[in-house]
């Protein structure tokens, strides 16, 4: 029963819960496709086939008894190797964690499983997810099934290219900068970048501490909020997170009704340096929402332009700090440990071997925007920056409820393009990372294809803190009008992948 | 480079040129059941590695909690110090790589501190000298390296080492005074009364069990010295870890005789941090430290800001014990010890033994005798801190029940302690094989005082002439015959009703 793949979480559901699949027959459904198409699209760096089969197993046992399961029990998903799960390899894709196992679950695996979701396996990202696109991974580039010769966006592009590949339903991302929106535009995907706070960082390998965000990837909204909700909420393990009520995120993607939101509209995330055919598609994503009932004016939110220079600040300097413990001495790799080099040395040999170009680059500018001397014209000047951005949020949020830009100034770009050029790939984030350093939620809706490259745009949604509900009612609203026009959700029209040799 | 080693001048002849400087940092484990960030236990002494987490590791993704009984003690030794408590201060990271610190930095603070500009006060020698409290604040204790194959224990010519993290995440409060300048004779007596004053205080307090031989109360010594009548300060040395009240006092003096000698010769200290050698008294070079030594300190972004309500601050300063010179006022009032007493308990830092001792029904006085006659002189000439002489408070009262009780007298007594100190096993014990107890047959007394009355046919006549007070000779008579081993007052009172006194 191949097109089990074709079928959205909430669709799997279904089927289960009225008995015509069980989870180990759709958890075998996703594993064949993965082994047919993986090797194209090199999604995965690792697939747990025997742990997926067994979780999937214990799900169809429980229902069998009658147990009461969650929503999405049994439906498959695809996991950022950036989260640890207890016993399976996990590299946030890089060499210096070749091969290590963590001993512990993430919160947010820990929320999976007892949700009854099937992990299938780990997903390629960016080392330690500084990228945008894969290229940086220690293990090989991913390719985006839209198109095999351009990248699938990162650094969480392993995770949007296996749902836009149909070797998953769902997918867990995590968002520093637009790690999971940026991927989501690239593939025609859904991607959700929660409130800063909303999702437990627990066991999420950080790159910047104070930006990370874990979220759901999928291919409609309604299996973006589930996923959310089944993941969401506050947890004592992590003392960032916020000790409040899920948003009711769900009710949202159920709802959809755009009538009377006020949408703002960034002056400044739009025009030059962003493609025709990706503004095309967002105004009309704009004239859309207009005629459903939203009141679209323009807002100014001045700060935005220096979001990008601040945030290449903050986060490396937490990076730096953050990647330190990587020293050979207690797991992950080891080089040189030859019996007459120091414990100094090792850690030297280790690291040098074990980073990537990009994770030293922003070691070495992190370690240098702190260092004394520096802290107050970089490290601290980039806070002022954060606190600015913020309030330019506060303010527009005064006028209006949500704010929305493209996701992204470009479609997907092809493997190779920007990798020798640091800047550009960093520009790939403009317009997402200003929500980043205010915490707020965002996400990114498929809204069309690119007249020039027919490839998909991203909607990109952005509300206030706690307010993720309110994403999703745009997307909600988006994704029903869009449908009707198209006669299913973007993913439909993306091309077969070549499947047969 | 280090100085070459510095030949020492009498420590009279350096305070006749040169005025002492110094600044005593102090870190205190405290006694929470738990770890600062994670939920391991505190336990000393456990097999290696036995209380250790993902947290407490520094494993990929595992974040920080913060311990709500470490901020609680941390306010209540702010408060003892009389420090302002910070209504919002952040944790910070403290960036330096050493295979003992799991995350390779500190998580800390820095120019936040939970409680700061405090003062507190040491008396010697009858003088009461304020002490200036920079700041207290809160961090966590790293793991414990024991280096292996080297001659001195030291990492230097150790073939390997070995690390054990359950020391790694202990809380700690380091308590950092300002420059103390008291008069250079009078520099390590204050050093030393300073930190057995927090031994006290935070013993007190409930908050540590202030061990100094387990480590959870160490010392760090900053010295410099300035030519007398000057006032620029000179370089300063760190003398790391100096664990016993009477090394804080050696090592002070030692290093003023050692500054002394370098700059009297027209050399230059060089600063560093240095090693106290408790075996010679002696420091030797440690490593160099610079001013400009950068741990780049940033604001540890896994940790939300702690800001205690001034409701919570007031509840733990009305749960603070008495001021230890409130309390010290009070004591010497309701046991009746003079002004030069007081001082005498305060110098030999029996006050809190005598505390014990007199809660267990022993008289002040009583206590104060055996405590300051016996235990503190044995320590001052072996050298030991009265703690540690393994004679306490249970033995000084066993001692002196058996004395009420007419068992011992003083001098015997005098005996028992001194076989108490020598591990000769409990009172009883000791009483038993060194044959102490008082002869309270009568028949074998008659028989002695039949003997001295045999003896001393001259002092018979006298008594019997009508100068009874002569009689005294023939009681210490029959004392000598007795071997000390009998009661003075039994013996008068036999004596008496034989010569018909």
Redesign the interface.
Known sequence: MSDLTRKTAAELAELMTSGQASSVEITQAHLDRIAAVDGDVRAFLHVDTEGALAQAAAVDTKRAAGEELGPLAGVPLALKDVLTQEGVPTTAGSKILEGWKPPYDSTVVKRLKAAGIVILGKTNMDEFAMGSSTENSAYGTTHNPWDLGRIPGGSGGGSSAAIAAYEAPLAIGTDTGGSIRQPGAFTGTVGVKPTYGGTSRYGLIALASSLDTPGPCARTTLDAALLHEAIAGWDPMDSTSINQDIPPVVAAARNGDVAGLRIGVVKELGGEGYQAGVEARFHEAVELLTKLGAEVVEVSCPHFEYALPAYYLILPSEASSNLARFDAMRYGLRVGDDGTNSAEKVTSLTREAGFGAEVKRRIILGTHALSSGYYDAYYGQAQKVRTLIARDFAKAYEQVDVLVSPATPTTAFAIGDRIDDPIAMYKNDLCTIPSNLAGNAAASFPCGLADEDNLPVGFHVMAPVMRDDLCYTVGAALEAALAEQWGGVLMTKAPELEVTR | MTAPVADVLEIDDALAQYDPVMGLEVHVELNTKSKMFCGCPTEFGAPPNTHTC?VC??????????NRRGVESAIKIGLALNCEIAEWCRFA?K?Y?Y?DM????QTSQYDEPIAFNGWTEVVVDGETYRIEIERAHMEEDTGKSTHVGGATGRIHGASH?L?DYNRAGIPLIEIVTKTIEVPGEKAAAVARAYVSMLRDLLLALGVSDVRMDQGSLRCDANVSLKPRGSSTLGTRTETKNVNSFRSVERAVTYEITRQAAILSSGGKVVQETRHWHEDTGITTSGREKSD?E?Y???PE????PVAPSREWVEELRATLPEAPSVRRARLQEEWGFTDLEMRDVINGNALEPIVATVELGVTPAAAKKWWLGELARSANESGQDLDALGVGPAEVAEVQKLVDEGTLNDKLARQVFEGLLAGEGTPAEIIEKRGLALVSDDSALLEAIDRAIAANPDVVEKVNSGKPAAAGALIGAVMKDMRGQADAAKVRQLLNAKLGI
Do not use: I, M, Q
């Open positions: 993902p590791l520094g494993l990929p993704g595992a974040l920080p909690v913060v990271r960036n790589f295979p799991p995350k390779n930095f080492s690390v400009a950068d780049r300190y940033f972004p896994d940790l939300v």
